[in-house]
């Protein structure tokens, strides 16, 4: 199995080791990763500048590249730098946080697994879910669960423009409950938007806000996550309202 592993922490990334670590026992891997954090860039593409590509120092012994873009470039890059006849799959992550609900559509870790479906290839986006500032990411249950699920993982039947995005608990491995096939859930913001002033008193404003989350969302990818259990999602790359568009096709 030709396996392209990247991420949107950058090529030093804790998450990205553990990930590597992992993808090399079950197939040939090479990495590509942005050379500087990158998240919540969403399904971004540089168009307008040239991608820098510097070959790095091996992720667990593995060929490693830099790319001065985003996760987006880094999948293209790594399609024609390390795989010119193409691969049989896109890992991402391990991502230091979650991408449950609507943080897919900013994520970086989910576009690039996004990335690998528009090109016809298998694609799958973990994370971590962890909710404390300051509690640790349990990366080693991510990568533990990963092995132990690689063969059902991989061989998940899906259309070809479908891919996967799994949120692992940040719990010790022995506490994970399992894991379930689950949709998306409701993740948003509140004071999304802070006014600030510098020191000389001009305004500027800080985005990002307090994550307002209700875990009773039964089926959904948050409420999985909230009790124990890894959560894996498939999403399609057609956002097509279907419902909708046939309630108003006759009109």
Same mark, same amino acid.
């Given at each position: 199995m030709k396996i392209l592993v990247t991420n949107d922490d950058g090529i030093h990334a804790e998450g990205l080791r553990h990930l590597v670590g992992v993808a090399m026992q079950f197939g040939e891997v090479k990495v590509v990763a942005p050379d500087a954090q990158k998240s919540a860039c969403g399904h971004g593409m540089t168009? +307008?500048?040239? =991608?820098?590509?510097? #070959?790095?120092?091996?992720?667990? &012994?593995? #060929? !490693?590249?830099?790319?001065?873009?985003?996760?987006? /470039?880094?999948?293209?890059?790594? =399609?024609?730098?390390?795989?010119? /006849?193409?691969?049989? =799959?896109? =890992? !991402? %992550?391990?991502? /230091? %946080?979650?991408?449950? &609900?609507? *943080?897919?559509?900013?994520?970086?870790?989910?576009?690039?697994?996004?990335?690998?479906?528009?090109? &016809?290839i298998r694609g799958v986006a973990i994370s971590m879910a962890v909710f404390a500032d300051g509690a640790p990411f349990h990366f080693e249950t991510g990568a533990e669960w990963l092995a132990e699920n690689w063969s059902m993982l991989t061989s998940l039947e899906s259309p070809p423009t479908t891919f996967w995005n799994v949120n692992?608990?940040?719990?010790?491995? *022995?506490?994970?409950? &399992?894991? +379930?096939?689950? +949709?998306?859930? *409701?993740?948003?913001?509140e004071d999304r938007v802070v006014r600030r002033e510098d020191p000389w008193g001009r305004p500027y404003y800080w985005q990002g806000g307090v994550v307002v989350m209700n875990p009773d969302q039964p089926g959904t990818d948050v409420e999985a996550v909230n009790r124990g259990f890894v959560a894996i999602t498939p999403i399609g790359v057609d956002w097509t309202d279907v419902e909708t568009l046939r309630a108003h096709q006759s009109l």
């Amino acid at each position: 199995m030709k396996i392209l592993v990247t991420n949107d922490d950058g090529i030093h990334a804790e998450g990205l080791r553990h990930l590597v670590g992992v993808a090399m026992q079950f197939g040939e891997v090479k990495v590509v990763a942005p050379d500087a954090q990158k998240s919540a860039c969403g399904h971004g593409m540089t168009m +307008r500048n040239p =991608l820098r590509v510097h #070959e790095a120092p091996p992720c667990c &012994g593995m #060929e !490693s590249y830099t790319v001065d873009g985003l996760p987006v /470039d880094c999948v293209n890059v790594g =399609l024609t730098v390390c795989w010119p /006849d193409g691969c049989d =799959l896109v =890992l !991402s %992550g391990i991502n /230091d %946080g979650p991408n449950l &609900g609507f *943080d897919v559509t900013y994520s970086g870790t989910v576009a690039a697994a996004m990335e690998a479906a528009i090109n &016809g290839i298998r694609g799958v986006a973990i994370s971590m879910a962890v909710f404390a500032d300051g509690a640790p990411f349990h990366f080693e249950t991510g990568a533990e669960w990963l092995a132990e699920n690689w063969s059902m993982l991989t061989s998940l039947e899906s259309p070809p423009t479908t891919f996967w995005n799994v949120n692992v608990p940040a719990i010790s491995y *022995d506490h994970v409950e &399992g894991h +379930r096939f689950v +949709r998306m859930g *409701d993740r948003v913001y509140e004071d999304r938007v802070v006014r600030r002033e510098d020191p000389w008193g001009r305004p500027y404003y800080w985005q990002g806000g307090v994550v307002v989350m209700n875990p009773d969302q039964p089926g959904t990818d948050v409420e999985a996550v909230n009790r124990g259990f890894v959560a894996i999602t498939p999403i399609g790359v057609d956002w097509t309202d279907v419902e909708t568009l046939r309630a108003h096709q006759s009109l």
